[in-house]
């Protein structure tokens, strides 16, 4: 099967092409910082939405027994609703 020629040609261009270190460097260093502000993110949410939670009145417990309802916290939708009313008549 022949090779792409626009494919020889970029890998030709990428060859003649190497990055500086200082770029290397420079990226290394963002992952790192991306990695520590991520490990604080991971250790320190959770206390903070719990924090505001109970500052809001609610316990942990309590939301938590709010989303394992088997009922919808929405209200029903209106046909359900016209619906019942059309039964009662």
């Known amino acids: 099967m022949p090779?792409?020629?626009?494919?020889?040609l970029a890998e030709e261009k990428?060859?003649?092409y190497?990055?500086?270190?200082?770029?290397?460097?420079?990226?290394?260093?963002?992952?790192y910082l991306?990695?520590?502000?991520?490990?604080a993110v991971e250790l320190y949410m959770p206390q903070l939405v719990q924090m505001l939670f109970q500052m809001m009145g609610h316990s942990?417990?309590?939301?938590g027994?709010?989303?394992?309802?088997k009922e919808?916290?929405?209200p029903p939708s209106r046909s359900k609703r016209t619906a019942k009313k059309n039964k009662s008549k």
Do not use: C, D, T, Y
């Open 34 to 39: 991306l990695q520590i502000m991520g490990k």
């Open 3 to 8: 090779q792409n020629s626009f494919k020889r």
């Open 72 to 74: 919808p916290i929405h």
């Open 18 to 31: 190497v990055p500086p270190p200082e770029l290397e460097q420079r990226v290394m260093a963002q992952i």
């Open 60 to 63: 942990v417990h309590h939301i």
């Open 14 to 16: 990428e060859k003649e």
């Open 65 to 69: 027994e709010m989303f394992s309802q």
